[in-house]
Nanobody, 116 residues
Framework: QVHVVESGGGLVQAGGSLRLSCAAS????????MGWYRQAPGKQRELVAT???????NYADSVKGRFTISRDNAKNTVYLQMNSLKPEDTAVYYC??????????WGQGTQVTVSS
């Protein structure tokens, strides 16, 4: 069994920064891909950023240049540094952890609210 827990969300003014963390624990031998997704009210969940075990990253166009994803393989943890936040970044942010079986585990999400 794998547990995924996100933290670091909150309320911030436009232009501010937040750092999200996601820690995976449990029956984990190896984690391949880790990623952040978000879902705003009334919208579908969308990709924010992903990172492979080797450190290759992929970002949604809407966050390029503002968000940075990183990971600590020894701690089974992934981070999302979010700078220059905009009201449209408001959403619940979810972390996905993908094992070598390509099965993904999700956390419960953390709320990010950006006020204008």
């Amino acid at each position: 069994q794998v547990h995924v827990v996100e933290s670091g969300g909150g309320l911030v003014q436009a232009g501010g920064s937040l750092r999200l963390s996601c820690a995976a624990s449990g029956s984990i031998f190896r984690i391949n891909r880790m990623g952040w997704y978000r879902q705003a009210p009334g919208k579908q969940r969308e990709l924010v950023a992903t990172i492979t075990r080797g450190g290759s990253t992929n970002y949604a166009d809407s966050v390029k240049g503002r968000f940075t994803i990183s990971r600590d393989n020894a701690k089974n943890t992934v981070y999302l540094q979010m700078n220059s936040l905009k009201p449209e970044d408001t959403a619940v942010y979810y972390c996905e952890v993908v094992l070598p079986t390509e099965y993904g585990y999700w956390g419960q999400g953390t709320q990010v609210t950006v006020s204008s």
